[in-house]
Each structure stands twice: as structure tokens, then as C-alpha cells.
């Protein structure tokens, strides 16, 4: 009697310890498989290199994260630009040619930019989609080209057109554009996305006051966040 007692008490002690291991794991792999699926969420920075319809352009961007999946951040970008007419050329011993090149056109952008993140709760952390929105202060600078010869062929409305002395021009820039970001490891990322800047200057630089832009912008970021 006294060993049948002995071997139920085992079994029920055995019994009772694999609930208390059930009830104990059960909660934390439910919390661990919970903290798994949560995006990653911090600050980013980075640099940037655009390509737009009339020119090329690098640049750099720090983002704060917000609440909501929002960034919001600045960015400055140095855009070299091209003439409306400019076309390049090689000669036969394989030497560039520049035809209708008559400005040197740089223009600065400094901007505010907006970002939100969608589906972060239906696409895995590695794919982000997201929409962005910019606007902030542009700076053009005209250093026109010194070449007479080519110029004088020109109708006398285009001479007239073109300026023959440096300019200097403070504007207004304002954007928006999809893209993603790609995750390379936990830490650095890919971005990807088509955007277009609105730039309009008050008065004509290189030519015309209408400066906006169709671009691709890829950027090679890290984000600042805590696995």
C-alpha cells in the first residue's frame, strides 16, 4: 500500500510540474514570438544620389522617428545641372564634346522632409514602403560658360535669353515620391524611390524661372534602432 502511494504521489507530482512548465513557457514564447513581429522603429541617416531629368545631384539626411511610423528630417543636396539644349559628344580620337552648353548651373536644396511608413503590421520589417513628402529653401547659383564663338551663332532672341554674367537666386522648393526601403542587415538599408521637386525662382536663372524636376533617388542608409 505504502508503494502504490508513493508511486501515485510521483506520478502526480510529475504531472504537476509539466503544467507549471506548460503555463510558465506557453506565455513567454507567445511574448517572445510578439516582440519578434514588432517593426523596428528609430532614427536614420544617411546619403543620397539623385538623379533628375537635367542633371545629377548627392547629398546627406538625418530623420527622427516619430510615433505612428512618421519620420520627419532635413536633407541638403548639391545638384550639378544641365543646359535645356545640352547634348555631349565624342570626337573621333574619343575626346568629349559639349554643344549648347552655355551655364553652369548649381542648385542647393535645403529641406524639411516628412516620411510615413505603410504596412508595417502586413509586410515583413526587411520591405518598407513609404510615402514622403518635402519642402524647404533652394539656393541657385549661374556661372555661364565663356564661349563666344558658339554663342554668336545663336538667334538673337536666344542671346538674349542667355545670361552672360554670373546669377544668384534664393527660391522655394516643395516634393513628393514613393518608394522602399530594403534592409541589408539590421542596422543599414537600401531606399529606393521616384519623386518630383517643384522649383520655381522669381526671376530667370540659366535662362528660365521653372526649375522642378522629375528624379530617382537612392539613398544608403543606417538606422539607429535597438534590436
Do not use: C
Not at 30 to 37: D, H, I, N, T
Not at 97 to 106: A, E, G, M
Not at 110 to 127: A, P, Q, T
Not at 131 to 153: K, V
Amino acid at each position: 500500500m505504502l508503494v502504490h502511494l508513493n508511486v501515485e504521489e510521483g506520478n502526480g507530482m510529475k504531472s504537476f510540474i509539466f503544467v507549471l512548465l506548460i503555463v510558465t513557457l506557453i506565455p513567454a514564447l507567445v511574448m517572445a514570438q510578439y516582440e519578434e513581429s514588432v517593426p523596428l522603429h528609430g532614427n536614420e541617416y544617411g546619403a543620397g544620389i539623385t538623379l533628375a531629368m537635367a542633371g545629377f545631384g548627392l547629398g546627406g539626411f538625418y530623420r527622427i522617428s516619430l510615433p505612428g511610423y512618421f519620420h520627419v528630417g532635413v536633407n541638403l543636396d548639391f545638384y550639378m545641372m544641365r543646359d535645356e539644349n545640352e547634348f555631349t559628344y565624342y570626337d573621333y580620337w574619343g575626346y568629349p564634346r559639349q554643344i549648347n552648353k552655355f551655364n553652369r548651373l548649381f542648385i542647393i536644396p535645403l529641406s524639411v522632409d516628412l516620411k510615413k511608413r505603410f504596412f508595417y503590421n502586413s509586410i515583413e520589417d526587411d520591405f518598407r514602403p513609404y510615402f514622403i513628402g518635402l519642402g524647404g529653401l533652394t539656393f541657385g547659383m549661374n556661372f555661364p560658360n565663356e564661349n563666344d564663338l558658339e554663342f554668336s551663332y545663336l538667334p538673337p532672341e536666344e542671346q538674349a535669353r542667355l545670361p552672360r554674367e554670373n546669377e544668384y537666386q534664393l527660391s522655394l522648393n516643395i516634393g513628393f515620391g514613393i518608394g522602399v526601403d530594403v534592409t541589408t542587415n539590421q542596422e543599414y538599408f537600401l531606399s529606393l524611390r521616384p519623386q518630383y521637386r517643384f522649383i520655381y525662382f522669381p526671376q530667370p536663372i540659366a535662362g528660365q524661372t521653372n526649375h522642378s524636376n522629375f528624379e530617382i533617388r537612392l539613398e544608403l542608409g543606417k538606422r539607429l534602432v535597438k534590436p
